[in-house]
């Protein structure tokens, strides 16, 4: 069975500062990854994802993550914080692109002046 | 960018009641789903469905739910007997006939009293 953790709940960082949040995956067959975002009152926007292929992938807004299998990482990351990145993210797997997804927990990024 | 759109955005009902839930996917999409996140959890894959009939549901999907494309458009969920524990955030989500993006509506918040 395919399961997904977020480390860390609520990450709070400066405005500048570098955004790592944590994802790592369980699957028995090689899965696709992705990371949503979730604006206040908004739906599930895709930020990114992997399939095959390169395992750096590169999403909106500046975000990016990369699949380590050995791992069993996919990491989202953006160099230079904006206060407008301040949302909910979240982590989830399947094994075939548009279908059933396992979402992570979640995780809140805070973003100080 | 085309959007999913759910009625209505918050929905308040006493429990035993029915509630159905909307959802109009973007136009040209194929494949429906339901998802929900009760507060301060993950978000849970409910239902599938896919050229009108359910292609998979998970074990929170019970006899109390059901789905239906009653006029070709809408996108419906409905819960025959609202429980305390159906109080959520109840997400659809649509994608076209490649099955590669989940498009997902801003939600209904589900609140039972």
């Known amino acids: 069975a395919q399961s997904v953790t977020q480390l860390g709940s609520h990450v709070s960082v400066s405005e500048g500062a570098l955004v790592l949040l944590r994802c790592n995956y369980s699957?028995?067959?090689?899965?696709?990854l992705f990371w949503y975002v979730q604006y206040p009152n908004q739906g599930l926007q895709l930020l990114l994802k992997?399939?095959?292929?390169?395992?750096l992938v590169k999403g909106i807004n500046g975000f990016e993550a990369e699949f380590k299998k050995s791992e069993t990482s996919f990491h989202l990351t953006k160099p230079s914080a904006h206060m407008s990145d301040a949302a909910e993210y979240f982590c989830?797997?399947?094994?075939?692109?548009?279908?059933?997804?396992?979402f992570g927990q979640g995780t809140e990024l805070s973003v100080k002046p | 960018e085309p959007e999913v759109t759910q009625t209505p955005s918050h929905q308040v009902t006493q429990m035993g009641q029915e509630v159905i839930l909307r959802c109009v996917p973007i136009?040209?999409?194929?494949?429906f789903y339901w998802y929900r996140q009760i507060l301060g959890q993950k978000v849970e894959f409910l239902v599938s469905?896919?050229?009108?009939?359910?292609?998979?549901k998970s074990e929170i999907f019970d006899d109390q739910f059901s789905v239906e494309r009653p006029d070709g458009s809408n996108f419906t969920l409905k819960i025959r007997s609202t429980k305390l524990e159906d109080s959520a955030m109840y997400f659809c989500?649509?994608?076209?006939?490649?099955?590669?993006?989940?498009?997902f509506g801003s939600g209904t918040q589900l609140s039972v009293l």
């Open positions: 469905f896919y050229n009108n009939e359910i292609s998979e």
């Open positions: 989830a797997v399947t094994l075939n692109q548009g279908g059933k997804l396992i």
């Open positions: 699957s028995s067959v090689p899965p696709y």
């Open positions: 989500a649509t994608t076209g006939a490649t099955n590669e993006k989940l498009f």
């Open positions: 136009s040209n999409h194929l494949y």
């Open positions: 992997y399939t095959t292929g390169a395992t």
